[in-house]
């Protein structure tokens, strides 16, 4: 039996060991400085938190996405067109047409909104059409047809209209700023 002092309790299987070994020879553990943990242990933990902390870096530089009201003026309705669709008491008019991207970005539409105008030019009614779901993309400098589902009970009484996207994301993005 060796000298009390030559010995120590390993501290993962608690059975009694030389104090010079290097490895439990039950468990087959390490045995370090560190409390159940080893030299492997303590490097894995420091890979985790390097690649945590440079992919936190990237995202901060790279990964702001592009706002889109500075550039809402640059996408433009060319034509339009209204068509009616009957079902039971909802009338869905769809609006189709063409637009243009004049900006320098390409964008994933998700919001319109229609302006319904009286022969003087003021709203009468307006309703926002698309989703976060819609999948518009308009390339850079681009034309687009588009097609709108815009449920109402009835149609406005109305001269003329105006259509608008409000809203756009920048494509492919996934951390998107909303």
């Not at 996408?75 to 039971?88: H, M």
Request: charged share 20%; with cysteine.
């Amino acid at each position: 039996m060796p000298e009390p002092g030559e010995t120590k309790v390993c501290p993962l299987c608690a059975e009694t060991i030389k104090a010079a070994a290097k490895v439990c020879p039950h468990c087959r553990k390490v045995q370090g400085r560190f409390f159940f943990m080893s030299r492997y242990d303590i490097l894995a933990v420091c890979a985790v938190v390097a690649i945590t902390g440079i992919t936190i870096v990237v995202v901060e530089i790279f990964g702001h996405s592009r706002e889109y009201s500075p550039q809402q003026h640059k996408i433009v309705v060319l034509q339009s067109q209204f068509a009616l669709e009957k079902d039971g008491d909802h009338t869905n008019v769809v609006v189709s047409g063409v637009l243009t991207n004049a900006s320098d970005y390409t964008w994933n539409l998700t919001r319109f909104e229609v302006r319904f105008l009286d022969a003087a030019g003021k709203t009468v009614d307006a309703r926002q059409a698309g989703d976060d779901y819609m999948n518009l993309t308009v390339l850079a400098h681009g034309d687009r047809s588009f097609k709108l589902n815009l449920y109402l009970r009835a149609v406005p009484n109305h001269a003329s209209s105006r259509i608008t996207v409000t809203e756009a994301r920048q494509p492919g993005f996934w951390y998107n700023n909303d």
